[in-house]
């Protein structure tokens, strides 16, 4: 995936030549929360700023949310 690569380029580019990359797994998990728990969320996001995103939030019941990390191994060269 383009993307993952992109946000991983920094980091590969500051370790490069002292450790290379050896595993990179993507982990999604999807939980269905109410809306206390969705207010929670935001908050912890960057939108969570945006009055805009969560008086449209504080409107849901419950929603399906999809978190997604990237893991990654390295190994010294």
Known sequence: NATIVDRLGPLLSELEGRFRLEVRKVVRHTARLESPALLDLLTATYRGARR??????????????????????????
Do not use: E, K
């Not at 805009?52 to 060269?77: E, H, Y």
């Open 52 to 77: 805009s995103q969560r008086d449209a939030i504080a409107s849901l019941d419950a929603m399906d949310v999809t978190s997604s990390w990237t893991l990654c191994s390295f190994r010294p060269t």
